[in-house]
């Protein structure tokens, strides 16, 4: 579905990308993790061609996207939604607005069918009946909520979403990687994400891709990444999952107890 090969970037003297080849698997969910400034978003542009690479390829449902013309591109971009780190919604336009917003820009459905549509979105979100809801009166979570809602409102096959959790409460955040698993189930959604909350990470994502220095240093089905022997890949997420589960809670963390122990 989307194979990323040898990628190459390097911004000035900088190298953020420095051979990294990924495969996504369709209708699975793929975590990106890494340390701050590892070139995670800038992974994510390259995918669907906001970023050209200097060498390597990236090919999004067998279309080489830096070789494809602006209008093949286009064609491929209609298949994602996105969530970019600093994709901020509309705070002039109301809920349903922010929602409608690319389905005026690229569809022709009429005012009836724009609406039936944001309303069955934000529904699947969780937010039912709040078109006219101003989006600067909402909570942090709830901006994520309607920002999804318009990530899917043109029924992409693929969701690529830069860091779902930041800013949230734990309680909150959980409820944003239940709506991604329950998208996956019910909608068949592939989701690429990229998270620095490593519990929910485990929690959601079928497989897990970590970055450091450029490189890929862990690509795996997330069992297995927890139980990776490479030391900055244990390091970063023995940081992170220090609470052993509790009598009788949920299972979230699968195996973070033997990847903390070892
Ligand atoms: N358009 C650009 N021009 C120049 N440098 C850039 C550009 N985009 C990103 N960078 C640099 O590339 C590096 C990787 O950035 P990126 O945003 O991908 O990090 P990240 O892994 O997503 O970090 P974080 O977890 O903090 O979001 C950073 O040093 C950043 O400053
Ligand atoms: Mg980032």
């Not at 600093?86 to 009429?110: I, K, W, Y």
């Not at 970055?211 to 690509?219: I, P, R």
Request: with cysteine; proline share 5%; charged share 25%.
């Amino acid at each position: 579905m989307i194979e990323i090969i040898d990628l190459h970037k390097r911004f000035g003297e900088l190298v953020v990308l420095d051979g990294v080849s990924l495969s996504i698997p369709p209708g699975e969910t793929t975590a990106i993790i890494g340390p701050s400034g590892t070139g995670k978003s800038v992974l994510l542009k390259h995918i669907v061609g906001l970023i050209e690479p200097d060498s390597g390829q990236v090919i999004c449902f067998g279309t080489d996207m830096a070789q494809a013309s602006e209008r093949e591109r286009y064609a491929v971009r209609r298949r994602f939604g996105m969530l970019f780190q600093d994709g901020a919604l509309f705070d002039s336009l109301s809920v349903g607005e922010n929602v409608a917003f690319p389905l005026e820009r690229h569809t022709r459905l009429s005012p009836r069918e724009i609406r039936d549509r944001v309303e069955e979105k934000l529904a699947v979100v969780g937010l039912p009946g709040t078109w006219d809801r101003a989006v600067s009166q909402l909570s942090g979570g709830q901006r994520k909520r309607v920002g999804l809602a318009r990530a899917i409102v043109m029924e992409p096959e693929v969701v690529l979403f830069d860091e779902p959790n930041s800013g949230l409460d734990p309680l909150t955040s959980d409820q944003i990687d239940t709506l991604i698993l329950d998208m996956k189930q019910a909608l068949g959604i592939t989701f690429v994400i990229i998270s620095h909350d490593i519990i929910g990470t485990v929690r959601v994502a079928d497989h897990i891709a970590m970055l450091n220095a450029g490189k890929l240093v862990a690509w795996d089905r997330t069992e297995a990444v927890l139980r990776s022997p490479e030391p900055v890949v244990r390091a970063f997420l023995r940081r992170n999952l220090v609470l052993p589960e509790a009598e009788g809670e949920q299972a979230h963390l699968p195996r973070a107890e033997e990847a903390r122990r070892g």
